[in-house]
């Protein structure tokens, strides 16, 4: 008993440090004796010689030692931390490190689990088995991205249903890491014999980062990317270079479109480097192909912003499975990303540039009349069956989408007064006069969502529905207009979300007028905030959707 006492009361003296060596005394006491430990070892599949240890210093020390592939079944989980540790610190690394979690075969590419490690994967796997959410905490450098790698997909190649992975990250960087990870991984599992046939797994990130077109890709700011891109690649702008001769067109996207999607990308885990290298030397569009292979991928990685915010998320991540593992990575700060991508801040330049949009977006219109009236008709058409179609047609001619509409408004019929295209634009040309009144504050003002409307309603008799729709009809007009260059409208484009968001939420949100841009500003230029509250207006789409 004495080891009690004395051991932490010299580490305290010596190292300062009493607990550790409380810890150190009381491990020493539960590990197992000689004999039970080789016996262990012997059952978890190792073959031993005589005895299977060596005692030294009269057995207060024991080098435990076998061979043969390791099969750590979850009868051996109690002692997988005693064995990390024995083959941390007494070289008995197991060349092939697979192990069982219940009846799923795990194959991990390091010599050695940490306990935490598989503690983590424990959990994760009841998260899965159950089909239900799953929160886990992991201290930073412990590995936990190859652990949550290592154990999904064991658990997609394994069970059947194949459920595909969506790894949501927060930045570039930490997106190729995470795919350098997955690549490793992959090699690993097919060195130990693994066969796991037509695996693809890519990441997906901006135009900027992957365009190969000579000219293009040496732009520095990704809008002007998005707009050259688009001016090659929209559909009616396709449509028209059939009968008019001098409209240039990317070859590289022409290419992704002569051929079948199962012939696109061969099997394999390509970092956003390795996408870009087989564009080139394949003459596509890395961009485009990334997303023409999402069907078949069996593991996506991305920023949070593809499934979060709602904008872009309707763009990207409407084609997951509801079966399909969904990850947020690093998610501690995940509530502020989930606030920013519904809150919106307009200025007086936002005011301004949104006005000569909409003066631009009136001269297109009747320049349409006069050229092409029939293509105005037709979207009046559409929007008199409402919205679900015109969600449809939107696929990657149109990044102007719209922040969460309930699916039962997608069904109804655009509001009358806002359905033909001139109708809409001098709605949306007294909404902005509006809020240029507004913004004229020498206070903070704070009201919330129906406050404002109503207010609207006194002051401009504009109502509630066609504000509702604005996003997603400013869309309509812009695809019908065969608009490429979104970044002239992308100040309209706020303004209009900020309609939708005020129109669609009675709570969750708040509407804030301030006469100054920053605290220590003196020079009056207010600001308007639409302040999202609530994350869970985001997560929560998330959650219904996805089972795990």
Known sequence: MHSFYVIPKLGELIANDRQSYEYLVESIRKFPAQDEFAQIIRDAGFTTIGKGYENLTFGTVAIHSGSGAAALKSRFAPFASWWCYLSRNFNLALHTMRFFIDDLPVIFPYDYVYPEQYQYMCGLKRSLDSKGHGMLEMPSGTGKTVSLLSLIIAYQQFYPGRRKLVYC???????????????????????????????IGLGLTSRKNLCVHPRVSMERKGAVVDARCREMTSSWVRTKAQTVGNIELCDFYEKIQTMETSE???????????????????????????????????????????????K???????????????????????????????????????????????ERLGERVEEMKAENSEKLRDEYDRLVEGLRDALAARDEDLV?????????????????????????????????????????????????????????????????????FCAERLASLVRTLEITDLEEYGALAKVAGFATLCATYDTGFMVLFEPFESDQSTISNPVLHLACLDAAIAIKPVFQRFHT
């Open 312 to 358: 872009v998320a309707e763009l990207v991540s409407k084609q997951f499975e509801r079966d399909s593992i969904v990850v947020f990575d690093e998610a501690h700060n995940i509530d502020s990303i989930c606030i920013d991508s519904l809150s919106i801040d307009i200025n007086e330049r936002t005011l301004r540039a949104s006005t000569a949009s909409v």
């Open 169 to 199: 990250s927060r930045t570039v960087p930490e997106i190729d890491k995470a795919l350098a990870e997955l690549k490793r991984l992959m090699e690993y599992r097919q060195q130990q014999g693994c066969q796991d046939e037509n695996f």
């Open 264 to 310: 696109l990308l061969p099997s394999g885990v390509y970092t956003l480097e390795d996408l870009t290298d087989y564009g080139k030397a394949n003459g596509m569009c890395p961009y485009f192909l990334s997303r023409r292979v999402i069907p078949m991928a069996d593991v996506i990685i991305y920023s949070f912003h593809y499934m979060l915010d709602p």
């Open 400 to 468: 102007l989408a719209n922040p969460i509409l309930p699916d039962n408004v997608l069904h109804e019929a655009v509001p009358g007064n806002i359905r033909k295209a001139d109708h809409f634009v001098r709605f949306m040309k007294r909404f902005i006069e509006y809020l240029k009144a507004r913004m004229r504050v020498m206070h903070v003002v704070a009201e919330n969502t129906p406050s404002f409307l109503k207010h609207i309603r006194e002051v401009t008799y504009i109502d509630r529905k066609p504000l509702r």
